[in-house]
RNA sequence: GUCCCCAUCAUCUAGCGGCCUAGGAUACCGGGCUUUCAUCCCGGCGGCAGGGGUUCAAAUCCCCUUGGGGACGCCA
């Protein structure tokens, strides 16, 4: 039975890289049908905090990874002190100013057996003792994620680089104890553009922050994935193909970059997949959220109107917040024109004819007003080009957008005949003094 | 400083001795489609860090150099 563990310390946010070491721990153990569990290595009381531990589980709960059991490591104080005391006996632990000293032999070598990086050897000249408990009673990580690690039942090790020169001292304690050893996995580290350390000069660093990016987790998680991780040229993958795909062994052990370009296409790519009553219901409260669409206005507008709408609108859009932006158009709220060509007074004109004709068309769809816009046209000796950007621009406010017949389609049409009339007097009132 | 790890396009990666005059993806640049933008499709740009070996054959194995990262706490 495979049981692997994230063991975070709560002493900030979770940041993209410990999330990345969860997602190996927790794919691997969904593949095998093993268990996941969280435990808070909370033993330095001055730097852990509630907040942070609220962090951390909040960043796992979006990002959908889930665990079967959790602890909270200072609770598990006796247990160690239980372990500690009996090295103390057998004199591999001595006291020393009010601290335990773990005893280090100065002879031969420790040798970690990495299954991802291989053997590496540690002379034991290098390691000094080392303290286990401090003076003030509290217990240090290097013993007691030992003794964790051996109670919990884990059996693959799953954590990042910057413990590999810590597995020699680990070991030593494993023997002292005469515990059995994992199997251990040193996960190269992401690294920011300037292939230093990832930090909040490279931007973002924190999990909740790519959730109020308007990332998808999905997306998130099919990003981190691949730092470190192929399945041949597969790009895109959905959770489900994760768990039945992933496996240790494919695993890179170079660092990775950890660059927002593809994240964003990613995004993208998982947006253009989602189940649309998702989409639409994640992104209700960021137009909400921008102040001009009412929760009220939100409820009056049929779901299957949102569905269409945030299915064409979905297509532009790199985030959530993206898409909140143009779902405003599907409002009865003002347009807010962005600057754009000069609409002529026949454009003006045309656009009266518009409104007029679609205003009482049943049933109002993508066909029937491309039909009755081409009616409009062709009595008046005018192109779809003479008018498709002024309406577009009446009715949305922007420039670009979704295929005409569809955007009109998708908004209420006494929405948009207003639209049309509005920008109609708008342009051509000002030449006839204003109305 | 000492120890440890890593090294394929700008970035993420495929490659696990011959299938490689190195494949895919993002980004970027062209083109197509279209009422516009996007999506989508097609094309282009671009890399095995350097040097020694081993081998009939090396991106793939070994060594050195260089570069990058990490660890050296009564932090985790």
Redesign the pocket.
Known sequence: MVRVRF???P?GYLHVGGARTALFNWLFARHSGGAFVLRI????R???TDEAIEQIVASLRWLGLDWDEYYR?AERHERHLEAAESLLRSGAVYE????WWFRVPEAGATVVH?E????????ND?L?D??I????G?????F??VVDDVDMGITHVIR???????TPKQMRIYQALGYPMPLFY?L??I?G?????LSKRHGATSVLEYRDRGILPEALVN?LV??????????VFARDDLVRLFAL???????????D??????N??HM?RADLDSLVHLVEPLVIARGRVTSEMWARVESERLRVGANLLR???KTLHDLAATMEILFPVPVECEDGAAVSETQARLMRAVASAIESLSPYTPETI?CAVRGVLEREGA???DV??A??LAVTG??????????LAAIEPATVVARLRAAHARLSGAGEGGS
């Not at 509290?138 to 290097?142: A, G, I, K, L, S």
């Not at 062994?249 to 990775?256: E, P, R």
Request: glycine share 8%.
């Open positions: 063991a975070p310390s002493t290595e909370d033993t330095d001055e730097r852990s490591q020393r100013d009010g601290a990495d991802l990086v291989g053997d590496v050897r540690f002379d290098q000094k080392f303290v408990r401090r003076s003030d509290t217990f240090v990580y290097n007691v994620v990042g680089d910057e413990h590999l020169n810590n040193h190269p580290m690294l553009a300037d292939r230093g350390k990003f691949r730092l470190g991780w192929a399945y041949g040229d597969e790009e062994g494919d695993l890179n052990k170079s660092a990775a970059v950890f660059e370009a593809k994240l964003l296409w990613l993208q790519q253009k297509d532009r859009a491309e192109t779809l080009k498709a950007l309406c577009r922007r420039k670009a957008g979704p295929g005409l017949f569809e955007i």
